[in-house]
């Protein structure tokens, strides 16, 4: 009943730029967190970046400084500016959002991902 949809991946050279969109549809009252996180293979799925509906964002420590998450008051869509990107952020990228449907039940959705390559 929520769909998240992630869009924007490619291949990209080293030193490069991408910017990735996630949009949440379905019967949703209000989303309070949209997330990114990245798989590559053979490593566990790992946090990006995390915004909630307040002031409160994190971000992994290999990324701070080089990738910026944005969304506005709906949080829906949410992006993820990378910048700088390096051999190592290439990975399968996921959009999560959490947040609460109509009559007050709870949604933690993840989209189906999103290839990011990077490399020369």
Do not use: H
């Amino acid at each position: 009943q929520v769909q998240v949809v992630e869009s924007g991946g490619g291949l990209v050279q080293p030193g490069g730029s991408l910017t990735l969109s996630c949009e949440v549809s379905g019967s949703i009252y209000n989303i309070v967190a949209m997330g990114w996180y990245r798989q590559a293979p053979g490593k566990p799925r790992e946090m990006v970046a995390v915004a909630s509906n307040g002031a409160n964002i994190d971000y992994a420590d290999s990324v701070k400084g080089r990738f910026t998450i944005s969304r506005d008051n709906t949080m829906n869509p949410a992006y993820l500016q990378m910048n700088s990107l390096k051999s190592e952020d290439t990975a399968v990228y996921y959009c999560n959002a959490r947040g609460y449907m109509n009559f007050k039940r709870s949604f933690d959705s993840w989209g189906q991902g999103t290839q990011v390559t990077v490399s020369s």
